[in-house]
């Protein structure tokens, strides 16, 4: 069993910083991807960020050039830098990591983390 836990979220004022971390414990194997996907009430989740083992990136285009992936390999955790914070930026931020483990694949998330970005 694969658990993530999910620390970093809060209010902020626009144009602020918050910093996301998630860490992943458990039967872990290997880590291939690990990232971030928010959600707004009524909406489908959609992506942030994510982050190979290669460290290979993906962005979403509405937080291109204000949001930075970074993982550390050894300790299995994904962190998301967000600088000039929107109000739009306000959602609830899920970490989601997708590995293997001795025996199975898994595709774990994590319980998310409220962002509020508001004066």
């Known amino acids: 069993q694969v658990r993530l836990v999910e620390s970093g979220g809060g209010l902020v004022q626009p144009g602020g910083s918050l910093r996301l971390s998630c860490a992943a414990s458990?039967?872990?194997?290997?880590?291939?991807?690990m990232g971030w996907y928010r959600q707004v009430p009524g909406k489908q989740r959609e992506l942030v960020a994510v982050?190979?083992?290669?460290?290979?990136?993906d962005v979403g285009d509405s937080v291109k050039g204000r949001f930075t992936i970074s993982r550390d390999n050894a300790k299995n955790l994904v962190s998301l830098q967000m600088n000039s914070l929107k109000p739009e930026d306000t959602a609830v931020y899920y970490c989601?990591?997708?590995?293997?483990?001795?025996?199975?694949?898994?595709?774990?998330w994590g319980q998310g983390t409220q962002v509020t970005v508001s004066s």
């Open positions: 989601n990591v997708r590995g293997t483990t001795a025996w199975d694949r898994f595709n774990s």
């Open positions: 458990g039967s872990i194997f290997s880590i291939n991807v």
């Open positions: 982050i190979t083992s290669g460290g290979s990136t």
